[in-house]
């Protein structure tokens, strides 16, 4: 009796694990066709010399080699994009988790209003982003109007070697919505008994920070940042959109130009190995993050 339970049961098993996989079957399907076939691709064309319009001949890591050793530019893009990330995330981090404590308080009055401009700008397409934000960062711009109002003589943002990449920062943190509404949702599933408790006890709002927000927030702030760290390392409309990479090649970043290597100079192979660098250093900079944050450890 019981081995015909047990076989009714296998054959009811089977029979959801086939249901299962036949509905899910198309993006199995497409996984493997526009997923992982391009990944493996990629890899065996980084070892290439490839144009896209001739066969690829294989020259081992010479594209790999040449990267390194004898093309200022990638060093120069490496340079641009740890800019960003030492400089653009710790300031688009900070700022978005103040902003998101600050209109986590339903007290304040048109709480609701706020944190629906705030997200707004993410709605719209990056590139709309990017054309407002050419005539906001002119030199007669509304940013430099506004720095003008309290007696600050605005620099040529988009046209200064300096101040480009501060403008790309100022433009970042404008379309950051997504990370106030993450470090919004945390900060409202911290217990409101624990900040009462530190009242009781005499605690102020900064010992209420270091004490219960930060280590309830700990693993959204990881989060926030990893996932952040991974999209500028990425970044690519703004250069193309509002800079061309200029001025002087100070707003060539990274995947701005692993994007001109392969679609533009036609050198599909060179820009494989781009992306496998890519690919490598955000797992290596998450691993670092992760590691250095202690972000799995209470778990273990």
């Known amino acids: 009796m019981n081995r015909k339970k047990t076989r009714s049961r296998s054959k009811t098993d089977r029979r959801s694990l086939l249901t299962g996989l036949a509905f899910i079957s198309p993006w199995i399907v497409g996984f493997l066709c526009f997923t992982l076939y391009p990944i493996i691709n990629s890899l065996r064309y980084s070892f290439t010399n490839y144009s896209a319009l001739k066969a690829p001949r294989f020259v081992g890591l010479d594209n790999y080699k040449t990267l390194f050793t004898s093309d200022p530019l990638f060093i120069k893009s490496l340079m641009n994009t740890g800019y960003m990330m030492l400089v653009g995330l710790p300031v688009i981090i900070i700022v978005t988790f103040i902003i998101s404590a600050i209109v986590n308080d339903r007290r304040l009055r048109g709480v609701s209003f706020i944190r629906t401009l705030f997200f707004m700008p993410t709605l719209v397409p990056m590139v709309v982003l990017c054309i407002l934000w050419i005539w906001l960062l002119k030199d007669n711009g509304a940013v430099n109007q506004g720095l003008a109002l309290i007696g600050i003589d605005g620099p040529g943002w988009l046209a200064?070697?300096?101040?480009?990449?501060?403008?790309?920062?100022?433009?970042?943190?404008?379309?950051?919505?997504?990370?106030?509404?993450?470090?919004?949702?945390?900060?409202?599933?911290?217990?409101?008994?624990?900040?009462?408790?530190?009242?009781?006890?005499?605690?102020?709002?900064?010992?209420?920070?270091?004490?219960?927000?930060?280590?309830?927030?700990?693993?959204?702030?990881?989060?926030?940042?990893?996932?952040?760290?991974?999209?500028?390392?990425?970044?690519?409309?703004?250069?193309?959109?509002?800079?061309?990479?200029?001025?002087?090649?100070?707003?060539?970043?990274?995947?701005?130009?692993?994007?001109?290597?392969?679609?533009?100079?036609?050198?599909?192979?060179?820009?494989?190995?781009?992306?496998?660098?890519?690919?490598?250093?955000?797992?290596?900079?998450?691993?670092?993050?992760?590691?250095?944050?202690?972000?799995?450890?209470?778990?273990?």
């Not at 790309?168 to 919505?177: E, P």
């Not at 701005?256 to 290596?284: D, E, P, Q, R, T």
């Open 160 to 300: 200064s070697p300096r101040w480009a990449k501060p403008g790309m920062i100022l433009m970042n943190l404008w379309c950051s919505g997504n990370l106030i509404i993450i470090f919004l949702a945390g900060l409202q599933d911290v217990p409101t008994s624990l900040y009462e408790a530190v009242e009781i006890d005499g605690g102020n709002i900064l010992h209420k920070f270091r004490y219960i927000t930060i280590p309830f927030m700990k693993p959204i702030i990881v989060y926030n940042v990893v996932t952040y760290m991974i999209k500028l390392l990425q970044q690519f409309t703004e250069s193309f959109v509002m800079t061309n990479g200029g001025p002087n090649d100070s707003t060539t970043f990274f995947g701005y130009y692993l994007y001109n290597n392969a679609f533009k100079f036609m050198k599909m192979g060179y820009a494989s190995a781009m992306a496998w660098i890519m690919l490598v250093a955000a797992m290596i900079l998450t691993f670092v993050m992760l590691k250095v944050t202690g972000f799995g450890k209470e778990e273990s």
